[in-house]
Every structure is written in structure tokens, then in C-alpha cells.
């Protein structure tokens, strides 16, 4: 009996060797040679790429900018964020359900310790009295499960693979909020740079007003100047305040990604200097492929749903059980741990699945289109990976010659003002070419803090867009 109980034992793990359903294999993608909209300028040494293995911290990048305020930022927005603090819980989950099918690969055992006591009465067979019986027991129940066709090995790698995906996904979140952190941070740096311009320029003309009004009383200037030059100065008003309103809401929305309540938080004001922002070599692109978590999440949930074939293929083929019972059995209790108290039991369970009504074969035609959703979504990402880098990397270019064009423009801009002034004070053109000429210095400076502000966003999103980094 044993050597046939181990001559199956070992046949079934010969046969446990093999995994029905398809080895993965990740797809083929052709990978541009070069970005389309790169430009090869600025020291590549100033930056380092992120390591390509998800489970790699994407680094504090954002100190590539050197701005003190926004490190501080940064530091709440990776400790407090509640998104990253609940894709952390997501990932811890996922690498918990990551070991319940390798616990599937052990036998299980179980200890029952039980007592019974039983009575009966000896009427029934003409006698008198009765019979009373004591039974105890101390068994071992062992079960283990053969993994003949490699369903539960197959649940396992799909398992593994589902918690290396919420591995890039805790990834993902946590770059995508330090990197919308730093845009809206420099959006608002931008915001209060075009409240300045907004406060100066009512200041002159406040100032311009009190003229104007003297020049009306004495019979030097007109009702329709007074009433330009009031309006004027009323909508750099109202303007300021539209400014204002859309600094406050960046403002409340930076409070949410660090964590805090808006009413409990500020950033103080200041300007956003008019300095390049840093330069971050995009490489090539099959190297963006690797530091995209996005890219890395998709890939291996494509990876876990062609193992969740094997599992539902495996649903339609027999499966073995091993079980055994060990332990102690006794009518008296001082009896119970002895040498003839000792039973045992041991032998195999066969399933073979017969009719489930189509039930395992529908299983099986779900999981393979799922599988093909997930190739389908990871060619997507990886296209999407494509376009925002050349779109972040077209920005970046357009944006470095409008700044350069608007540049001019302020100059411009401000010599006609300079110019219309002393103009002015001569007498040979009306005040309302004053206003109209300071009216497109106010409108050239505002410009070019938005210009400011985006250059610095765009660099952002093509950290964000080439997977992170550090210096």
C-alpha cells in the first residue's frame, strides 16, 4: 500500500511540473528613433533619468528648479496627500492578496481535539439500565492539493503581477500630484507677478487721474479725458481682483494636495522671476518606455490576465487531493497518548469535471478577451507615452520663442508709453493716446508673466511625461 500511495505521490508531482495555458511574452513595439520635437541644447548632466524598475522612487525632481518654497511644498504633498496615501493602501492590499495563492502551494493542516460522551439505554434489548461510552479523540487532518495543471501556480504569477501594477499605480499617483503641485505652484507664482504689474500700473493711473482732473478745472483738459482715464482705472481695478480670484483658487487647490484645509493655509507672494526654466534632456524614446509607470501598470495587468487563462483552463481538467488523518483515539482519557490509541488514514481524491453546463468554457472565452484588453490598453498607453512627450517637448520650444518675441514686445511696449508721455507733456498728443499707449505696456507685461508661468508648467509635464527624475 505505501509504495503505491508514494508512487503516486511522485507521479503526481512529475505531472505538477507543467502549467497549462500561455507563457507570457510581452508584445513587440516599435519605438521611435528620436523625438520629433527635440531640441539638443543645455548640459544633459545637469539631470538624471528615473530608474526604470517601478519599485524605484522617482526622486525629488522638482529641486531641479531650485525654488525653497516649492521644496517645502513638495515635502506635504509626499507626507499628507490623501490620493497617494490611499493608492499606499492600495498597494498593500495588493501585495496581501499577493501571497494567499502561494499559500495554495503547502498542504494544510488542521488539529480537532473532541470529546463525546455517549449513553443507551439496554430497554431495547430486554435488559435494564443502560450503556454509556466515553470518546476521546486528538486528530491531525492534512489536505493538500496537487497542483497537476498549474492552476494555482498560474494564480499566483497573476497574483505577483497585480501587485507589481499597484506597485506603478502608488508610482503614478504620487508623480502625477507632485507634478500638478509644482504646475500650479508656478501657475500662481505667474499670477502674482501679473498682480504687480496690475497694482503699478493703477497707481499711475490714479495718479494720472488726480492730473487730469486738475487740468479739467482750469479749462486744460476734457470731460471725455476724465471719464477715459476713470474707466481706466476702474478695469485695472476689476482686472486685479479677476487676478486675485484666480490666484486664491490655486491657492485653495495646492492646500488640497498638501493635505490641508484652504482656510488654513496660504503662499505667501512672490514674483516669478523671468529666469529659463531648467533644461531636461528627453533621451529616446524606448528609454521613456521604461521610466513610464502608467506604461509599467499596464503591462503587467497584460502580464496577470494571460496567467488568469491558465486558471480558467485549468478549471476544465481533473484535480487530485492528498488527504490524511493522523492522531489519537480513546475511551479513557489517561489512555489517550499511547501507542495503541494511534489511528490513522490516508489516500487520494479525484475530481473530474463532467457537466457544468458550458460554464468553464464561457469562463474561459471572458478571461481571453480580457486579456485582449488588456494588450489593447497597453498599446494605447504607450501611444499616449509617445504624444505627450513630443507634445511637452513642443511647448517647451514654442514657448522659449514666444518669451523671446514677448520680450521685444514689452520693450516695445514700454518705449511707446515713455514716448507718449513726454509727448504728452509737450502738448502734441491728448492724454487718451497716454492711456492707450500704457494700456499695451500693462497688456505686454501681463503677457509675459502667463509665458513665464507656462514655460514653467510645460517642463513639468515633460518630467512628469519622461517618467521623473532627480538631480
Known amino acids: 500500500m505505501i509504495p503505491r500511495l508514494l508512487a503516486s505521490g511522485a507521479l503526481a508531482a512529475l505531472v505538477a511540473g507543467c502549467a497549462v495555458g500561455p507563457n507570457y511574452r510581452r508584445p513587440a513595439l516599435e519605438a521611435p528613433a528620436a523625438w520629433k520635437e527635440a531640441q539638443q541644447t543645455a548640459d544633459p548632466s545637469l539631470w538624471q533619468d528615473a530608474r526604470p524598475q517601478d519599485a524605484q522612487p522617482r526622486g525629488a525632481w522638482w529641486e531641479v528648479f531650485n525654488d525653497p518654497e516649492l521644496n517645502t511644498l513638495e515635502v506635504q504633498v509626499v507626507h499628507a496627500n490623501y490620493s497617494v496615501e490611499a493608492a499606499l493602501a492600495r498597494l498593500d492590499r495588493a501585495r496581501a492578496v499577493a501571497r494567499l495563492p502561494k499559500a495554495d ?7 480537532n481535539p473532541a470529546y463525546d460522551h455517549f449513553q443507551r439505554s439496554l430497554g431495547s434489548f430486554g435488559g435494564a439500565g443502560s450503556l454509556t461510552n466515553d470518546d476521546f479523540r486528538v486528530p491531525f487532518d492534512l489536505s493538500y492539493e496537487v497542483d497537476l495543471w498549474g492552476k494555482v501556480r498560474r494564480s499566483f504569477e497573476a497574483a505577483q503581477a497585480e501587485a507589481q501594477a499597484s506597485q506603478a499605480a502608488y508610482e503614478t499617483v504620487l508623480l502625477s500630484v507632485t507634478a500638478e503641485a509644482a504646475r500650479t505652484y508656478f501657475l500662481l507664482r505667474a499670477l502674482d507677478t501679473e498682480l504687480e504689474a496690475l497694482r503699478k ?16 478745472e482750469v479749462g486744460l483738459a476734457s470731460e471725455l479725458e476724465r471719464a477715459r482715464v476713470t474707466a481706466e482705472v476702474k478695469t485695472a481695478e476689476a482686472e486685479s481682483f479677476d487676478v486675485e480670484r484666480q490666484r486664491t483658487e ?13 482656510s488654513e493655509f496660504s503662499v505667501p507672494v512672490t514674483h516669478l522671476e523671468d529666469n529659463p526654466p531648467p533644461h531636461v534632456p528627453p533621451g529616446i524614446p524606448s528609454r521613456a518606455l521604461e521610466r513610464r509607470t502608467d506604461v509599467a501598470e499596464a503591462e503587467r495587468l497584460m ?13 476544465s481538467f481533473p484535480s487530485l487531493t492528498l488527504t490524511g488523518s493522523g492522531g489519537w483515539q480513546s475511551a479513557k482519557l489517561e489512555d489517550l497518548i499511547t501507542a495503541d490509541s494511534v489511528v490513522w488514514s490516508i489516500g487520494p481524491t479525484l475530481s473530474v469535471p463532467l457537466f457544468a453546463g458550458g460554464r468553464n468554457l464561457a ?6 478577451a480580457d486579456h485582449e484588453q488588456t494588450v489593447a490598453e497597453y498599446r494605447r498607453r504607450v501611444l499616449v507615452a509617445f504624444q505627450e512627450v513630443e507634445d511637452a517637448l513642443a511647448a517647451i520650444r514654442l514657448l522659449a520663442q514666444q518669451h523671446e518675441a514677448q520680450a521685444d514686445v514689452v520693450d516695445a511696449s514700454r518705449h511707446a508709453a ?35 508661468g507656462q514655460r514653467m508648467a510645460a517642463t513639468i509635464l515633460l518630467i512628469k511625461a519622461l517618467g521623473g ?3
Request: proline content about 1%.
Open 250 to 262: 490655486l491657492e485653495h487647490a495646492l492646500a488640497v494636495l498638501c493635505g490641508r484645509a484652504a
Open 201 to 216: 500700473t493703477v497707481e499711475l493711473r490714479r495718479e494720472a487721474l488726480d492730473i487730469i482732473n486738475q487740468r479739467v
Open 105 to 111: 502551494l503547502l498542504p494544510t493542516l488542521e488539529m
Open 418 to 452: 515713455s514716448l507718449s508721455l513726454n509727448r504728452y507733456t509737450q502738448g502734441l498728443v491728448s492724454f487718451l493716446d497716454v492711456v492707450d499707449a500704457e494700456r499695451g505696456r500693462l497688456e505686454a507685461e501681463r503677457q509675459a508673466a502667463r509665458i513665464r
Open 363 to 368: 469562463n474561459l472565452k471572458a478571461v481571453r
Open 303 to 315: 502580464a496577470a490576465a494571460n496567467a488568469r487563462i491558465g486558471v480558467a483552463t485549468a478549471a
Open 469 to 471: 527624475g532627480w538631480t
